[in-house]
Each structure stands twice: as C-alpha cells, then as structure tokens.
C-alpha cells in the first residue's frame, strides 16, 4: 500500500478567501482506489493529489515512504 495525498478548496473564516488546504493522507494502493475511498467515507469533497514518499521530521528524522522497486 501506498499513501495518497489530498487537499481541499474551502473558505477561509479569517477572511473569506477561498485557499487550498492540506487533507488528510489516504493508505491506498492506486490513485482511483484513494479517491473511492475519499467517497465511500465521507471525505468526497478531498481531492487526491499525489503519493506521499517520504516525511521530514522537525527532529530531522526521515519518515521513507516510497514502496517503489528500483
């Protein structure tokens, strides 16, 4: 399984401004089977936006995702 990326487009209360936020990361094994369970869950207004590979601690610690065989 891989992680998906996701953001949303909604309206900033602070100023009206419509912006794009971060989502949650989705555990899925494709792009379509991240967005069907974006929909199958409640989460249908997310849109998938990449595979996560890797997440950079603010200690420094690398978090390696990328399930990629080179």
């Keep these: 399984m891989r992680k998906f990326t996701t953001e949303l487009r909604a309206i900033d209360p602070s100023d009206g401004e419509i912006k794009t936020w971060q989502g949650p990361d ?13 929909i199958n869950n409640g989460l249908g ?7 996560l ?18």
Excluded: H
Aim: overall charge negative.
């Design 26 to 38: 989705i555990d899925a094994i494709s792009f379509a089977d991240a967005q069907q369970y974006c």
């Design 45 to 51: 207004y997310l849109t998938v936006t990449g595979i």
């Design 53 to 70: 590979v890797a997440v950079i601690g603010d200690d420094g610690i690398i978090t390696n995702y990328d399930t990629s065989e080179n």
